[in-house]
């Protein structure tokens, strides 16, 4: 978590993207281009937060997906102070990994249909902070598992990315750019 204090739930946007900003500075560096997998909620944000499962990661969504825009929107705006906007336009986003794979998220209530909700939010939010800050053209998508049973079925978000009503916007579908899949051999 991207904070001074990461779990001070007191303070909400004590920011610390140095740690991230040094890093795509190194890859940079190298001639590369960051590929940054967003989407894992603070544990800050997220009342029922614990690290204890699956990955090590907070598997639960925010309890105020405003506060989770405005630290996504913080972490562009730091992305694009540091590297200039054409720079971070250049580099590609993800919105978490494995969607439907409830080690790396699902809704508090653990119901498929309940996590499948909690996750078009989430990457709605998450994409209109990026829209927001690096533009329309902004290179993100998301990784599922597909060839693998998930908690919930990822037509839901392929639907939903096409033509449902964005939560963060209130238009039709939601911007993508590209869809990834584990495969386990």
């Not at 190298?30 to 909620?41: E, H, T």
């Not at 929107?73 to 906007?85: H, K, P, S, W």
């Not at 993800?94 to 249909?113: C, I």
């Not at 598992?145 to 963060?168: C, P, S």
């Amino acid at each position: 978590d991207l904070f001074k204090n990461p779990l001070d739930k007191t303070v909400l946007d004590d920011y610390d993207f140095t740690v991230l900003i040094d890093n795509c500075r190194g890859v940079v560096n190298l001639g590369a281009k960051p590929m940054l997998k967003l989407g894992s909620v603070p544990l800050k944000y997220s009342e029922k937060a614990t690290t204890e499962h699956g990955f090590g990661i907070n598997p639960y969504p925010p309890d105020d997906y405003n506060v989770y825009y405005n630290y996504i929107n913080a972490l562009a705006t730091a992305l694009v102070n540091e590297f200039g906007r054409d720079e971070v336009l250049s580099w590609r986003f993800g919105v978490m990994t494995e969607y439907e794979n409830s080690d790396w998220f699902q809704a508090k209530s653990g119901l498929p249909e309940d996590t499948a909700v909690a996750y078009c939010k989430l990457y709605d939010y998450t994409v209109q902070a990026l829209i927001d800050v690096i533009g329309e053209d902004v290179f993100v998508g998301a990784h599922s598992m597909t060839v693998t049973e998930g908690l919930w079925d990822e037509e839901i978000f392929i639907r939903h990315v096409a033509e449902g009503t964005n939560y963060a916007n209130g238009k039709k579908g939601s911007h993508i750019k590209f869809l990834a899949a584990s495969y386990y051999d």
